[in-house]
């Protein structure tokens, strides 16, 4: 996730045009959040590639590409240069909204209202005004922004029970709070499938949802293929994920939905943020119960 913090982080190095930077808490998100740099040692190093990647990710999400000093500027002034995140200068934070669209070339349908959004678009509500009005058939909750707003560049493959999801963004500390979204989910009679990181930590997201149908990621040839590979493969993810979540995933029921994805990651000892579907163009499938890897 993108927010204020990260943001400046990524404004400074591309005003020095800075080839690394030291690998505290905040450059390290910029490789585990957003997939930028490589880490050696107690370094972050970034390409030309890197910097380009960090300018366009802040143009797309509203920022400035450059720092711009927010401490002693209006509401409206920090709009003004770019800085979309209220909270960066000490504005509310948004109470009982979700952040909520519909899949590729679908209408968004709720609170008895058809709604076609713009790709890139999105409605950001008090969720207790549509939640009697909701004409989709299940929710898809998307851990990651970018993939919930990048979401018209990918493909699904759903099956018949779950064709028309209400897309719901999981949250952050800004927008669609994850109590909210937790509220929502509790209060929604609608099964839920978990468009989440597939690692430890997204399995257990994915393993939290109530009415979980399965969770929504490659095939297992592509995905095996990911997760196989050297230039894909998060061997960091897993390993320090696991200590955190290890104990639930190894108590899982063999017929649980997530239980042949948490299978595969021990296979591998790996994982893959889910930004890398955006890349890949791989078509999305539901991994249920049902669905099994051999490998």
Known sequence: MLDQTLAQLMQRLLEREAPSTPLNATARRLLENLGIGRIQGKTLYLSERDRQEMRELLLARGYSASPVPLKDMSRSDRLAVATPNEKAGGGALKTGRV??????????????????????????????????????????????????????????????????????YRGDKTESRM??????LDAIDLPVLAFVDIDPKGLHIAGCCPRLLGVVAPSCSELNATLASPATARHDLYGRQLPGVGEYLRSLAEGSPIAALWKLLQQHRAGVVQERWIIAGFKLVLWDGDRHCNV
């Open 99 to 168: 952040s909520m669209k519909s899949l590729p070339s679908k209408t968004l349908n709720v609170a008895g209202r058809t709604l076609s959004l713009p790709d890139g678009c999105h409605v950001d509500t008090d969720w207790r005004r549509v939640a009697n009005g909701i004409g989709h058939d299940s929710i898809m909750l998307v851990e990651n922004y970018e993939v919930f707003d990048q979401l018209h560049q990918l493909t699904f493959d759903l099956p018949s029970c779950c064709t028309n999801p209400l897309v719901i």
């Open 179 to 184: 109590g909210n979204v937790k509220a929502f």
